[in-house]
């Protein structure tokens, strides 16, 4: 006669297995990242948007060289964080920069409501009273991909306290909606998102960002974001990627960019194929959209003061690819075309 099996220990067996489980998945973080080591001090800015108490987790790194009394606001893209800007912080704070890197509204460190409606104009408003919180009336804005696009919606509507606009392989330098790609619905960027693993953003962006080619540094940003994902606030983190997703198609930036005014720098990594709907695209769409090594020059000419540096055969993320090359141009661009002088 088989005695049945202890029910307490059934539950034993199963905590002690989680851990492995756990581990064998790669780190787990909470809905604002929390578990997750910032390179820097990260501190958080409360404010009140669209009737919600809200607050935005932000570095803010002093000029460690000697001090030239400016700014500069990193802007991260869609599958960033303002960490991963961690190698730029260093490099412009050597070079006597103060450093601002913000997360904004339904990313990583900051919050993420339930409802709100999301628009590069929103964030970039969120973004001005952070700045203003902290004194600073100028400043010269680096946006990444997604980024990109915040950064030109800022500088379109704050062009009195940008004195420089650096872009580093923005996306919006077309209109994909435009040229034919069809519209994912929130519900369905949703049913997307919550999808989400490790090995899938590890697979898309080795063969969209990376040109099929990877370095273990990007690891530690798969986990960031996978771990962010799949943590206690799955559904949360999701539900945001989703609008933040809508607001990219829907809300172009391409259309205004002979409006900048401000010296303007695009840093292209020429075998990037970032193109937002690109998996649901028609094969005639898609060969068409995400050429940075064409969008880069194209682009480069409707900008008015506009510099176009190129990266042949780096991908999406160049600031991370060859950071000591990156930033040596980009700092060279910063001294040359300061619009106050030294």
Sequence with gaps: ??????????????????PL???AEGPVYG????????????????????????QMGYMDVAAQGKANGRSVVLMHGKNFCGATWERSIKALSDAGYRVIAPDQIGFCTSSKPDNYQYTFQQLASNTQQLLKALGIQKATLLGHSTGGMLATRYALQYPEQVEQLAMVNPIGLED?????????????????????SADGIR????????????????????????????????TQVAWN????????????????????????LLLIG?????????????????????????????????IPHSTLIEFPGMGHAPQMEEPEKFHQALLAWLDKSNPVGK
């Design 241 to 264: 990627s989703a609008l933040v997703y809508d607001m990219i198609f829907t809300q172009p930036v391409f259309y205004e960019f002979p409006n900048l005014k401000m010296p303007t």
């Design 176 to 196: 994909w909606k435009a040229l034919g790609v069809p519209y994912r619905t929130v519900d369905q960027w949703y049913e997307r998102e919550l999808k989400l």
């Design 203 to 234: 697979t898309y962006e080795r063969n969209t960002y990376y040109g099929g080619r990877w370095k273990p540094d990007f690891d530690r940003w798969v986990d960031m974001l996978a771990g962010l994902n799949k943590g206690s606030g799955h």
């Design 1 to 18: 006669m088989s005695l049945p099996f202890p029910r307490w220990l059934s539950g034993l067996l199963l905590t002690t297995a989680l």
């Design 21 to 23: 489980t756990a581990y």
């Design 31 to 54: 809905p604002e990242l929390q578990g997750f080591e910032y390179p820097y001090t990260l501190k958080h800015f409360a404010f009140e948007s669209q009737g919600k108490s809200l």
């Design 270 to 302: 020429t075998s990037d194929t970032t193109a937002i709907g690109s998996d649901i695209a028609s094969p005639e769409v898609k060969a068409k959209i995400g050429q940075y090594d064409v969008l880069g020059k194209q682009v480069a000419k409707m």
